[in-house]
């Protein structure tokens, strides 16, 4: 069983036990739960960001614990097919906030887009979004991008 995050007017960008807080938001229903992201962008055991495809930034997720948390997922996008929020813009407009400062590589276009978990207009695309412009795109799967996971508890 999940427990509830004690919220505590934890501010958003706070390094928290749970992960960095991104805030509460709501799905289609209005259900919300509190969003939290790893403290780093994926990275290998030298502690190098990675570059992923999205068959491999999920992959990563699957096996990845940071802050001693092992259900860390892809974060979702513009409002996916299932209904689910924007976490990726959520932390796109907050990337500048307490632990989340100076931990993207967002100075440059190139080097700035970050893989969802929603999917694109086919099978074979996924969305994306680049955090120095903030625009989000579809892009092909074999692509390789950074991933910044999450995980969320109820509200």
């Not at 932390?91 to 969802?116: L, M, Q, R, V």
Request: proline share 3%.
């Amino acid at each position: 069983m999940t427990k509830a995050f004690a919220y505590r007017q934890t501010e958003i960008g706070e390094l928290t036990n749970e992960g960095v807080y991104i805030g509460r938001l709501a799905d289609k229903n209005g259900k919300k739960r509190d969003y939290f992201a790893a403290p780093t962008d994926a990275q290998d055991e030298n502690g190098e960001r990675l570059s992923l495809t999205f068959n491999q930034a999920a992959a990563y997720a699957k096996k990845a614990t940071y802050l001693d948390h092992n259900d860390w997922v892809v974060p979702t996008s513009c409002r996916d097919k299932n209904g689910a929020p924007d976490v990726l813009n959520a932390i796109c407009y907050n990337k500048g906030k307490g632990a989340f400062k100076d931990t993207f590589d967002d100075k440059t276009y190139e080097t700035a887009f970050y893989w969802s978990s929603s999917s694109g207009l086919s099978d074979s695309t996924a969305r994306v979004q680049n955090l120095c412009t903030r625009a989000q795109h579809i892009a092909g799967k074999p692509f390789d991008f950074y991933v910044r996971l999450v995980r969320s508890l109820p509200a």
